[in-house]
């Protein structure tokens, strides 16, 4: 069996064929593996969903869904990014090859003389994501089957609340484990209003987690979410004081939520398992340090923020080998099932959020939550299917990067990998 051969069976099982993105089997290509795709990307369009009154989604997560258009009419999707965000980077994939996903990361990252700051990431990411999903249809195979297959049935969620009255919280609680769901979380008090003294706060905290853990029952688990309110003192006095109470974990206990001294101060201080990550960017932006020091023992870093499936799936991999749990922030739904994707065929623990349940009008098909979980279909790619109808196109290109923006200098490695724009 030729080598190509070989990793098409491993990838599709035996028998399986490759597809073309109208549906049509399309025979193994028999060139060498190192011979350039014939599929060129032509376009790349942007959709502001009708449902959206901006470009924006819930707290600030972006709505904007990208479509990447190839010369087979295969169009792959993603989500994340402003159209000016996505533009720059956008121009760098006309034209050219989508299977190459890792090569077109490395130059939407480092296409700046400027380094890509977090905005910038969720563009990419998007970018990202839409590659991946091109990929899986051209195959004919879920993202995850690229991904390395499925490691578990389903993905483990935990309901998420905002605000809880105390007298609330352990009936939510009661029903949040009735259906299905791992873990109930909740980031706050209701009735304290817009002022907030995190000492004098503590008190009501530990009150309605009290309820919180009366509520899910020995067999369940709460969360606790600080959002980044409390200074140094003020979460180790929490974090001690929720600790009988056997939170899953704590998270964003520390006001200053990049500042890892702090972190590492903390985890000296407190024994409850602590969570971090979803402000954060690609590895380099916090997670690393914060996975490889053992401050934390749950990363909540998410696509695309993090720059889509490439740059997650090194994050992944970083806390299988650190046993840190993958326990995404919620995000817009094209961009969740990417997350399931990559969750579906992770090694290591995973628990992901659940707030937007419900698919949106614009989505016909995509990642489904049921009973407490979250679970991808089969369908080629990302198995996402968008209803371009009920979404607002605000920007179209054909065109490769304008002359007019920094060209650099391309510079690459004797073996051609790309190193420097």
Partial sequence: MKRRDLLTT?????GATLALGTGNARAADPAAPDTPSDLKITRVRVFNPANSSNLNGPIGLSEIVVAVDTNAGITGY?????PD???YAASLLIGQDPLRIEHHWQRMYRSSIYPAGREKLTAVGALDCALWDIKGKRLGAPVYQLLGGRTRNYIECYKSYGLLRIDQAREEARKTMAEGYKAVRSHGVAGENTVFDGRRSIANIVAMCRELREGVGPKGEFIFDAHTRLSLPDAARLCDALQPLDPLFVEDPLRQMDDLTLYQRLRE?????LAAGEQFGEMRDGNLQLVEQGFIDFLRSSIPNVGGI?????????CEAHSVV???HFTSPIATAAVAHCLMSHGGEALNEAYRTALPAYLNEGAVFREGRLHVTDRPGLGVVFDERRAQLVATWTQARPAELYQGESAERPDGSHLYL
């Fill in 10 to 14: 491993a990838l599709l099982g035996a």
């Fill in 269 to 273: 201080r407190v024994n409850v398992p």
């Fill in 310 to 318: 490439s740059a997650y799936r090194k994050i992944a991999a970083l």
């Fill in 326 to 328: 993958l326990t995404p």
């Fill in 85 to 87: 965000l996505l533009k």
């Fill in 78 to 82: 993603g989500q994340g990014g402003t």
